[in-house]
């Protein structure tokens, strides 16, 4: 039933708002409005003044948490971006897998483009830290998906902490596949970030294959922190616009290159 105009202040709607939005991360202006009892044009100046504060954006029909809403575009970008290169990667890393196999996916836009190639395998049991892995795989009957506990890492739908770290080492896996923020000339492999550079590390000693998938504008530059060598993986999948001088120069670690 909707409430009498004059018994309630906007203070208490911005009040109601925030736990709504805290709750849902999202609000309508249409339900808020037969909530309070008021018009929608007086819940549009209510949410005018909570995206003046920073707190909310704007959305079709009502308002979403702004952190909530910026990391949703960011990872849709990501996903986006070089979309057809990482599409063709999957689809070459995925035969590597046979069924019946253990995989282990680490995070990342690439590796979920992965999950979403392994449709096709059978009796298939995925190990992932990733929550958008997780939500790709949960209905596909015949592959098994076990997520790793661990912290949520702020910015990114993924679990990690030393807690996956001890949960990975309780598993073993046939192969794993595991992204890179740069690879260099020397096909030594990269991350920006600090918080993973063990987890991919404690992925590699538990896997009895390690596969790094990463498109070609991850070539030639490095990162915060070197993750693997040659040495301490034994394939790198990225996209045939690598270039040939690159190819040339990476084929001279002794690295196994494939061209997707």
Same mark, same amino acid.
């Given at each position: 039933m909707a409430r009498n105009i004059n018994s309630i202040s906007q203070t208490q709607r911005l009040g %109601? &708002?925030? /736990?709504?939005?805290?709750?849902?991360? +999202?609000?309508?202006?249409?339900? *808020?409005?037969? +909530?309070?009892?008021?018009? +929608?044009m007086t819940v549009r100046r209510d949410i005018e003044m909570l995206e003046l504060q920073g707190e909310v954006i704007r959305t079709h029909g009502g308002a979403a948490l702004a952190?909530?809403?910026t990391f949703e575009f960011t990872f849709k970008a990501n996903q986006q971006k070089n979309l057809e290169q990482k599409r063709a990667i999957a689809a070459k890393a995925i035969k590597h897998i046979s069924d019946g196999q253990v995989v282990l996916l680490d995070t990342g836009t690439t590796t979920l483009e992965i999950a979403r190639a392994m449709v096709s395998k059978r009796k298939v049991t995925v190990i992932t830290t990733s929550l958008a892995i997780v939500s790709e795989l949960q209905f596909v009957d015949d592959i098994e998906t076990v997520l790793l506990g661990g912290f949520l890492r702020k910015g990114s739908p993924d679990i990690h902490g030393p807690l996956t770290e001890q949960n990975l080492a309780q598993f073993g896996c046939d192969i794993a596949f595991v992204g890179a923020d740069a690879f260099d000339e020397t096909a %030594?492999? =990269? %991350? #920006?970030d600090l918080r993973v550079l063990n987890l991919d590390r404690q992925m590699a000693k538990i896997a009895g294959r390690v596969v790094v998938v990463a498109d070609s504008s991850k070539f030639g530059r490095q990162g915060m922190c070197k993750v693997f060598t040659p040495k301490e =993986? /034994? *394939?790198? &999948? %990225? #996209?045939?616009? *690598?270039?040939?001088?690159?190819?040339?120069? &990476?084929?001279?670690?002794? &690295?196994?290159? +494939? *061209?997707a």
């Open positions: %109601t &708002i925030r /736990q709504q939005l805290a709750s849902n991360g +999202e609000v309508l202006v249409s339900k *808020l409005a037969s +909530e309070f009892g008021v018009s +929608e952190r909530r809403l %030594t492999t =990269y %991350t #920006d =993986y /034994q *394939l790198l &999948i %990225t #996209d045939s616009q *690598l270039g040939s001088k690159a190819v040339k120069i &990476i084929k001279k670690t002794g &690295i196994k290159l +494939e *061209l």
